[in-house]
């Protein structure tokens, strides 16, 4: 069962990655690239690494779709 | 009993993961995503919080607090963005 959930939680890590490259806004696709950085903090707390987990919600989920948000707003709009 | 309950918690969890990687792929607008993308982080929450019971390692629960407080803040940073705020 838990092996069951790795496997849905690696595809849609590699979903999310495929549509923060082929999206046309950049928004939608900063959204998509924090969405596999939750995915795989996931994947870290069920191979066993709360640490690491917990590292990567934070920095890759939060702090990198703040930055990426800002840089947008202070480029394009 | 209780692990029926699990059992029916775990497909529920699985459930509510592939429908909402369905609404982030054929989503029209940035709106539903970002939608979707909350529900996911909740969804995962549970899904945390489930592994926490079912493994017996209470540490996995501070994972589930943090990414709690962090989802908080990147849907609150994406809503200031939408509305030219940030």
């Known amino acids: 069962m838990l092996e069951l959930f790795v496997y849905l939680l690696c595809g849609s890590i590699l979903v999310s990655g495929f549509l923060a490259i082929y999206l046309d806004s950049t928004l939608a696709a900063a959204v998509s690239g924090g969405l596999a950085s939750l995915f795989a903090a996931v994947c870290y707390v069920m191979l066993g690494a709360p640490d690491v987990a917990m590292t990567e919600a934070s920095i890759g989920s939060g702090l990198s779709v703040l930055v990426f948000l800002y840089a947008i707003r202070r480029t394009a709009g | ?86």
């Open chain 2, 1 to 86: 009993m209780a692990e029926n309950i699990l059992i029916i918690a775990a497909i529920l969890i699985l459930i509510g993961v592939a429908l909402g990687v369905l609404r982030l792929v054929i989503g029209r607008t940035v709106i539903d995503r970002v939608a979707a993308v909350d529900m996911l982080t909740v969804v995962s929450i549970s899904l945390i919080a489930l592994y926490a019971h079912v493994g017996g390692r209470a540490i996995y629960l501070d994972v589930a607090l943090v990414y709690g407080v962090l989802s908080f803040l990147a849907v609150l940073a994406i809503a200031r963005y939408l509305e030219q705020g940030l």
